[in-house]
């Protein structure tokens, strides 16, 4: 038996219709229940790089935690799985309104020579109770390639404006060191300079232009690695309205507070 012609187009209608949502669904364009949803807490970035830090020495890397979801969220614990790592001080419990963030840090201090690596985890009532945030370093008997400055506090920058500063790699030691390639993290931070994969030879320069570019109000943080000699240039810089800057907006002043990015040495 036959169907009617307009069953027929019907049936026709209806198989391209869902022929059409499954490749939808299939490629992304239509958002589906098995799509993953976006994490109510999130770390930005999602891991931390320290490179290679002469054992001894600290270096400081900063980071925001943001709820982005659509109701608060209360951190009540942290723990760090490595003792060479430390969070900055954070009072708990801590409660993030919806959309709220907040900037901290966490420090590397090798204490020996070799890879380090750990895990720190927050533990909350969002959706994603339990939050990792990865870390890595490299504990070194000395540097291969220096920077100069060692870090980069571009201070306070008018939203919308671009402020730039040059960053000198030396490379330290008596052969050439190949610097393999850079990666640049931190929403408004770049590098412009020379191309990589590239040699230095012993005792040869080489300058990289840092750039901040602020879209928002706020405290960011970010750094420069550099592959090869696995050297990290930490970065910090604040966004202000135009109408806000200090009275000497040109200055790069490293700031001492909770948001301070540092390598030093513990024990001079």
Request: hydrophobic letters at 40%.
């Amino acid at each position: 038996m036959r169907l009617p012609q307009s069953i027929i187009r019907s049936l026709s209608v209806r198989r391209v219709y869902f022929l059409t949502i499954g490749m939808a669904i299939l490629f992304g364009m239509v958002p589906a229940g098995a799509a993953a949803a976006t994490s109510q807490l999130a770390c930005t970035p999602t891991n931390l790089r320290f490179g290679a830090i002469p054992a001894g020495q600290t270096e400081t890397l900063l980071f925001t935690l943001t709820n982005n979801g659509q109701t608060s969220a209360t951190i009540s614990g942290i723990t760090v799985g490595n003792s060479e790592f430390t969070m900055s001080s954070l009072s708990l419990p801590l409660v993030l309104l919806a959309g709220q963030s907040v900037d901290l840090s966490v420090s590397f201090t090798p204490t020996a020579m070799g890879w380090a690596g750990g895990t720190i985890k927050f533990s909350s009532n969002a959706s994603n109770a339990t939050l990792q945030l990865e870390v890595a370093g490299t504990g070194v008997s000395s540097e291969s390639v220096t920077a100069s400055p060692t870090i980069v506090s571009f201070g306070q920058v008018a939203i919308g404006t671009i402020s730039t500063v040059p960053v000198v790699l030396t490379n330290a030691r008596s052969w050439n060191v190949t610097l393999s390639a850079l990666q640049t993290t931190g929403a408004g931070f770049s590098m412009s300079g020379p191309t990589f994969p590239l040699t230095l030879g012993a005792g040869r320069s080489v300058t990289l232009n840092v750039a901040f570019a602020p879209q928002s109000a706020g405290t960011t943080g970010g750094s420069v690695f550099v592959s090869g000699p696995a050297l990290t240039i930490p970065l910090t810089g604040t966004g202000v309205a135009a109408g806000q800057l200090a009275a000497n907006p040109s200055s790069r002043i490293l700031q001492t507070s909770k948001w301070e990015t540092t390598r030093r040495n513990p024990q001079s």
